[in-house]
């Protein structure tokens, strides 16, 4: 009986440390950066947040990620990167990855790319609900390479009308996914991740 009152509180502990990281990773106060990395999901919501960051002059660049074509959902990269050309952003200033297929993937082929171009400080839009996963798989895929990834989520699919009861579920399958990625060694933990805003906070 002990040890099955030990899990539950155990559980519980792990879902609000989660809440908390949640919390803090969504609220994130924004730099200007090198980059703005905007991963494919919620139709174009989270291409417009990105497009919406870059009119601000919070960077130069838009990476859009994804190489999985299931839409309306999911779209390809070069459709993201045809809707911003379409808004008037230069085609010079749009990197495309499109050979992930998770956020997994993502993580690994845009940081990759992150090296390469030696960039510092990127932004990574996700969406309100999926922000923590991709945040944490990012930071695991980061190693010890020193960038500084600031959090900007599209926080019009969590607050859309329609979806109602949905949102919730979709937050519980995101911890659901959260375990799993863990489980794989693909994300870094909360304590990684808590002493990561620590270290980026002291930084300019």
Not at 42 to 50: G, Q, Y
């Amino acid at each position: 009986m002990k040890q099955f009152i030990g899990k539950i509180l155990n559980k519980s502990t792990i879902i609000l440390e989660n809440i908390k990281l949640l919390f803090v990773v969504n609220n994130e106060k924004l730099r200007i950066s090198d980059v703005i990395v905007c991963l494919e999901g919620d139709n174009n919501l989270r291409v417009d947040k990105s497009y919406e960051l870059f009119l601000k002059g919070l960077a130069p660049i838009i990476l859009v990620s994804g190489g999985l074509e299931n839409y309306p959902g999911s779209i390809h990269a070069r459709d993201m990167k045809n809707y911003l050309v379409g808004k008037g952003v230069s085609e010079d200033r749009i990197y495309l990855e499109e050979n992930s297929q998770n956020t997994y993937g993502q993580a690994r082929e845009v940081m990759k790319i992150i090296r390469e171009k030696n960039w510092g400080k990127v932004i990574l839009v996700a969406s309100e609900f999926h922000q923590l996963r991709a945040f944490l798989t990012f930071l695991k895929e980061r190693g010890d390479y020193p960038v500084i990834i600031l959090n900007a989520p599209s926080k019009k699919s969590w607050f859309n009308k329609s979806l109602g009861i949905i949102r919730w579920k979709l937050l519980v399958g995101e911890f659901k996914k959260i375990k799993e990625y863990q489980k794989k060694g693909h994300l870094a933990s909360i304590k990684e991740a808590i002493n990561y805003q620590k270290w980026k906070e002291q930084q300019n």
